[in-house]
C-alpha cells in the first residue's frame, strides 16, 4: 500500500462517527451465518483483517469464542473498538498493521476479510497478502472474503477498488482452496444507498 494509506485510515476513522461511515453494519449477521456453518468450536482461532471498527467481535465473544485478532491499518479504528469493548475485549488480540507488510505469527482456524481485498489494485499488494493468507490459515482451516460485487462501486472513500464474483476469488486463491458457499448482498449505507457486496467462504485443503 501507500505510505499514506495509514494517515487516510485514521483520518476517516478519526473524524467520522461509525453511523457516518458507508460501510457500517449494526450487526455482522451475513459473516456469523457463514461462521456458524463452519461450526468452529469455542477453542478456534479467528482473525478479522481490517476489522476496524467492526461489530464483528462482539458477536464472536457473544457466541463464545474467545481467540481472536483484529488487524486493522488504522490504530484510531481499533482504538475505538476496544473502547466500545471494555472489559470484554481484553482477551482479543489488536494489531495494528498493514496486511501487505504484515506476517503471521501463528496460523487460524478461520480468516475473515469483510473489505480490504477489494482495495488491493496493485498486483504487488495482492500477492503480499495472499502471502500473508497463505502463511496464516491452518491446513483445514477457513476463508471469508467479502467485496464489492462486479456491479458494485468503483470505488470506496475515495479509494479505487477491484470488484470480484465468488468465481473470480476462487481464481486468485487457487486449487488449494475449496468455494463452499458464497452469498450475495445488497449493503444498504447509512443513507440508504445500495452497494452491491459478494461473500464468500473457502476451506483449505489438510
Known amino acids: 500500500m501507500t505510505s499514506g494509506a495509514q494517515t487516510h485510515w485514521d483520518t476517516v476513522y478519526g473524524e467520522k462517527s461509525e453511523h457516518d461511515l458507508s460501510w457500517h453494519q449494526d450487526a455482522a449477521d451475513i459473516s456469523v451465518a457463514l461462521i456458524d456453518r463452519i461450526g468452529l468450536p469455542k477453542s478456534a482461532s479467528v ?13 464472536l465473544l457473544a457466541i463464545g469464542l474467545h481467540d481472536l485478532t483484529v488487524l486493522d491499518l488504522s490504530p484510531v479504528a481499533l482504538k475505538t473498538a476496544q473502547n466500545r469493548l471494555g472489559r470484554s475485549g481484553e482477551t482479543i488480540t489488536w494489531v495494528a498493521a498493514d496486511i501487505t507488510s ?3 505469527e501463528r496460523r487460524y ?3 475473515h476479510d469483510r473489505a480490504v481485498f477489494h482495495f488491493l489494485v496493485d498486483p504487488s499488494d495482492r500477492a503480499a497478502y495472499l502471502e500473508a493468507l497463505d502463511q ?3 491446513q483445514g482451516g477457513h476463508v471469508i472474503i467479502a467485496t464489492f460485487a462486479p456491479d458494485g462501486p468503483e470505488k470506496c472513500s475515495g479509494l479505487p477498488v477491484v470488484r470480484y464474483s465468488s468465481a473470480d ?6 486449487d488449494e482452496f475449496e468455494l463452499l458457499a458464497h452469498q450475495p448482498h445488497e ?9 452491491s457486496f459478494q461473500f464468500s467462504l473457502f476451506r483449505r485443503a489438510g
Not at 51 to 57: E, K
Not at 169 to 174: D, E, P, S
Request: no cysteine; net charge positive; charged share 20%.
Open 109 to 111: 482456524d478461520l480468516w
Open 169 to 174: 476469488l476462487a481464481k486468485v486463491l487457487g
Open 136 to 138: 496464516g490459515v491452518k
Open 187 to 195: 449493503h444498504k449505507t447509512p443513507w440508504g444507498a445500495s452497494q
Open 47 to 59: 482473525i478479522d483483517i481490517g476489522g476496524g471498527i467492526s461489530r464483528l467481535p462482539d458477536a
Open 102 to 104: 504484515w506476517h503471521p
